[in-house]
């Protein structure tokens, strides 16, 4: 766990103190999770630090309707600040965090977190750091809900969920999309039939081919 811990809180991990070190060694919880379960529910829990060991998890917020909005994915050897809203008090909004596959995961809890960034400078800054970057992805993910055509967002989502899963088929039904996309299952239906017509997908119950990446590729440009 020592080896594991030095990699994910490079470079800071060598400024700490041997006992700074020891505490999150003796303190940390790895947790193993199924595919579409929940590791994180907005205000009810205050996870501490997530590092993702292996898998792959999503971050999304709830809209008041229960509109799920996907805000950035974490894969293997990445770290998840915002599950430490009760520690970063500038963290204002609920976010929820699911596992999209079996995975498994390292958490340093709240009040080991609260304790070093209360206590070491570096630790605090790097932190910061980490939540900037996450705000990036929440603000790439906005921009891309405010300003993008649908059919350009939805074929952008296809070409990354391919690219992410390495094969043209995805195993998706409608409702799976909207969800992810945080739209409405009756828009993501009708796009679809628009892109089958197009020929840029084959789409049968639960399933979607993409059978002319060229075309969605150029559907994807303003």
């Not at 999770?33 to 009810?44: C, M, N, S, V």
């Not at 060991?53 to 994915?73: A, D, P």
């Not at 967002?153 to 094969?167: H, P, T, V, W």
């Not at 060229?214 to 440009?221: H, R, Y």
Request: with cysteine; charged share 25%.
């Amino acid at each position: 766990m020592t080896d594991f811990m030095a990699s994910m809180l490079d470079p800071v991990w060598n400024t700490l103190s041997p006992v700074d070190k020891n505490t999150i060694v003796h303190n940390v919880t790895t947790k193993t999770l199924q595919g579409g379960q929940l590791l994180h529910r907005g205000d009810e829990d205050c996870s501490g630090l997530v590092m993702v060991k292996s898998g792959q998890l999503r971050v999304y917020m709830l809209s008041e309707e229960g509109r799920e909005i996907t805000l950035y994915r974490l894969y293997t050897g990445e770290i998840c600040t915002l599950s430490s809203s009760c520690v970063l008090e500038e963290i204002t909004f609920e976010v929820f965090i699911n596992a999209e596959s079996d995975t498994t995961c390292v958490l340093i809890p709240t009040s080991v977190v609260n304790h070093l960034m209360e206590t070491s400078l570096r630790f605090e800054n790097f932190i910061y750091r980490q939540s900037m970057k996450r705000f990036s992805d929440v603000m790439w993910a906005m921009q891309q809900l405010l300003f993008i055509r649908f059919d350009q967002r939805l074929a952008r989502f296809l070409l990354e969920e391919s690219g992410r899963n390495q094969m043209d088929i995805l195993h998706l039904t409608h409702e799976d999309i909207a969800r992810l996309m945080g739209s409405a299952r009756e828009v993501v239906s009708k796009m679809m039939k628009y892109f089958e017509r197009e020929g840029l997908v084959e789409y049968t119950r639960g399933k979607i081919r993409i059978s002319d990446r060229k075309k969605l590729i150029k559907m994807c440009m303003p």
